[in-house]
């Protein structure tokens, strides 16, 4: 299993753009991947469940992922994280 | 009856007047409904059955938004999608269906209705508002289900009438507003929402004025009575008396007339009142902005930001990405319409997580742009052949930014002749004639303008960066305001020399800081001789319509006074003062 650590740049938090890269970085595993805040941990496959955990700017949030392309689908999520991109 | 008065908050500016029409929600009917035991299967297949009919609605009108160029409203509509692919939503339902025996509609009910009120519980204003793309997404999966046909409210409420709608809701669903038609509905009022909210976003995107988060009061309107929607002032009067519908009707000539006004100024050339003619071209950071600005009247493009390319995305963009983006912006405006490429400015205050660049203490003065693209002779060439092979379908030009001195500039040509090297080698089309200049934006180029001139095909003013580092004063610092303007004496005396410079070698000269939209600025400007001035696109037609008044052959002596100037208020009021089309 990979799991890394990210502090989210972007201003607005993990909003609706970063929200759905997300989704689409967990999916190019094909194991599971969770996204985690405050101990609250769900799927990272699932846009609800990723805008769900409320991630805001400077947040901490742990990203694990299983099975093949896990180490690609966390790093791609992580960029995603630590971009302070804008909405 | 009284007139009577509701406040909200302002989401999208300008007048209406018109009659209400109130948007009664659709019913769902609510509680559960059970399918027999065996039929899973089947309920099953006719639930994926509708939510696939829904997902090639969602399609369809993504495309035609994308195709219309409302980027807005194509992006809500890829998030629907996206939703109807959720294991949290349409997988719970489809759990619902199969070990509950739920009927389809119930089990995308109940499931959308959880959602929904998780995201409203959250403690975000935004995310509260995604409640509504839930609910909006699983409500056309229902009506899916039910075979039953669009309900087309939105556009036929005005239906025989000539007086626009004031359409009235609890909130409008983000697919209600998509479908907005402009010419029907002349405003809104919802009792929910905010300024983020997709109807609000929309409303603007359409400019139709728009008033959200009225509360219960929007719906105490009864259908056909006469409103006026202040969206400027977030205002909706009742039942107006005749002096206020009056003064209403005259603001809103007002501001239809100042549009007509502008609008004659579309596809016009941009020349001063004694025939002197300049390039009004905007500013642009993506192929949607270039389409835009080309819709709102502007030449050309005097300054595309290449490096939104490269954010926001874990790696860096490819050649072919690069190319596709430089040729359709290209496209946007046709051959011969200038389009000015500045290789990426990253630094500063724009990082780049693919290059994992060290944090500095003073960005600003730090590695960036072309300090970064020589140091990464890869990464610029990249770029380089990129911008080349786009040239093959438009006036391109290309622009290296943070020029400081001359070997910065011979560097980066170098590099563009190795560039044109492999692509002819590789038998690649480009222009070969390809204009190639510099940002004035470092004040040690400035003075070294007549030197640079001899050699590069133009310049370009970046005045945000030249005026703080001319000024020594960090334009992020709201404490500096009264350094950071642009009409300071030293600054245009920068200005004034790098135009005549490049003058002398009969080089043009080009301005893409927010100085150049700024009407103030544009009579020194004209004056001083500025070939081309990039802006907002929003600012093109008004500084076009300006222009049209201002007689440049007055305005030499006006532009060399200015440098004589203690500091720029006296600048201000001297030309506020000389120069009485400012106000008209």
Same mark, same amino acid.
């Given at each position: 299993m990979v799991e890394k650590s990210y502090v989210v740049a972007n201003p607005t938090g993990i909003h609706a753009r970063p929200a759905k890269k997300i989704v689409e970085a967990a999916k190019l595993c094909e194991g599971t991947v969770h996204i985690e805040k405050g101990g609250r941990k769900v799927s990272a496959k699932s846009l609800v469940n990723v805008l769900s955990i409320g991630a805001k700017q400077n947040d901490t949030v742990t990203v694990s992922a299983d099975g093949e392309k896990a180490e690609a689908a966390v790093d791609a999520i992580g960029a995603v994280l630590a971009s302070a991109e804008a909405e | 009856m009284m007139a009577t008065e509701m406040k909200g908050i302002a989401a999208s500016e300008g007048y209406a007047i018109g009659r209400a029409v109130i948007l009664r929600e659709e019913t769902i009917p609510q509680g559960v409904t059970y399918v027999e035991a065996g039929e899973e299967q089947a309920e099953l297949s006719r639930f994926d059955a509708a939510v696939a009919a829904a997902s090639g609605e969602l399609q369809e009108l993504f495309e035609k938004m994308k195709a219309d160029g409302r980027e807005n409203e194509a992006e809500i509509f890829e998030a629907h999608l996206m939703l109807l692919e959720d294991e949290e939503l349409i997988g719970a339902a489809q759990e619902r269906i199969r070990s509950q025996r739920y009927k389809a509609e119930a089990a995308m009910n109940e499931s959308g209705e959880e959602v929904a009120v998780m995201l409203a519980a959250l403690d975000d204003e935004y995310l509260r508002e995604r409640a509504a793309d839930v609910r909006d997404v699983s409500r056309r999966v229902i009506r899916k289900l039910g075979n039953g046909s669009e309900s087309e409210a939105v556009q036929t409420s005005a239906a025989g009438s000539t007086e626009k709608s004031i359409l009235f809701a609890v909130d409008l669903t983000p697919s209600d507003t998509a479908q907005l038609d402009p010419s029907v509905i002349g405003g809104f009022v919802t009792a929910a929402g905010g300024r983020t909210s997709h109807s609000a976003i929309i409303a603007r995107s359409v400019g139709i004025p728009a008033i959200v988060g009225?509360? @219960? +009061? +929007? /719906?105490?309107i009864e259908d056909g009575q006469l409103v006026i929607v202040d969206g400027t002032a977030g205002i909706v009067l009742v039942e107006p008396e005749a002096e206020e519908l009056a003064r209403y009707q005259s603001l809103q000539q007002h501001a239809v007339n100042q549009r007509a006004e502008l609008d004659q100024f579309r596809g016009k050339p941009s020349v001063s009142a004694d025939g002197h003619q300049v390039e009004l071209v905007a500013n642009i950071g993506s192929v949607q902005d270039a389409r835009q600005a080309q819709e709102r009247g502007a030449e050309g493009v005097g300054l595309f930001r290449t490096e939104f390319l490269y954010m926001g995305r874990p790696d860096l963009p490819t050649e072919d990405e690069q190319f596709t983006a430089y040729k359709e912006a290209a496209e946007a405006f046709g051959q011969d319409a200038p389009i000015v490429i500045r290789t990426m400015d990253i630094g500063g205050d724009k990082e780049l997580p693919s290059l994992q660049l060290e944090k500095e203490d003073n960005p600003f003065l730090g590695y960036r742009a072309i300090r970064i693209c020589l140091d990464r002779p890869d990464l610029f060439k990249t770029q380089l052949r990129a911008v080349l092979r786009a040239s093959a379908f438009g006036n391109l030009k290309i622009m290296f930014p943070m020029i400081a001195t001359l070997g910065e500039w011979r560097a980066a040509k170098a590099l563009l002749e190795q560039a044109k090297e492999e692509l002819k080698n590789e038998n690649i089309a480009f222009n070969e004639q390809i204009e190639a200049g510099i940002m004035i934006e470092i004040p040690a180029a400035a003075q070294m303008a007549d030197r640079f001139a001899r050699e590069v095909d133009f310049f370009s003013i970046g005045t945000n960066d030249l005026v703080q580092y001319t000024m020594a004063a960090d334009r992020m610092n709201p404490k500096l305001g009264y350094l950071s303007d642009p009409l300071h004496p030293p600054v245009l005396r920068l200005i004034h020399q790098v135009i005549r410079a490049a003058h002398q070698e009969n080089k043009w000269v080009g301005m893409c800081g927010e100085m150049a939209g700024t009407p103030i600025a544009l009579p020194i400007l004209l004056g001083m001789g500025l070939d081309e001035f990039s802006m907002s696109a929003s600012a093109v037609l008004p500084a076009r319509a300006f222009l049209s008044r /201002? @007689?440049?052959?007055? /305005?030499a002596a006006l532009a060399e006074a200015v440098l004589d100037m203690d500091d720029a208020e006296a600048v201000r009021t001297y030309v506020e003062l000389q120069v009485p089309e400012l106000k008209a």
């Open positions: - | 009225v509360g @219960d +009061a +929007a /719906l105490q /201002l @007689d440049r052959s007055k /305005l």
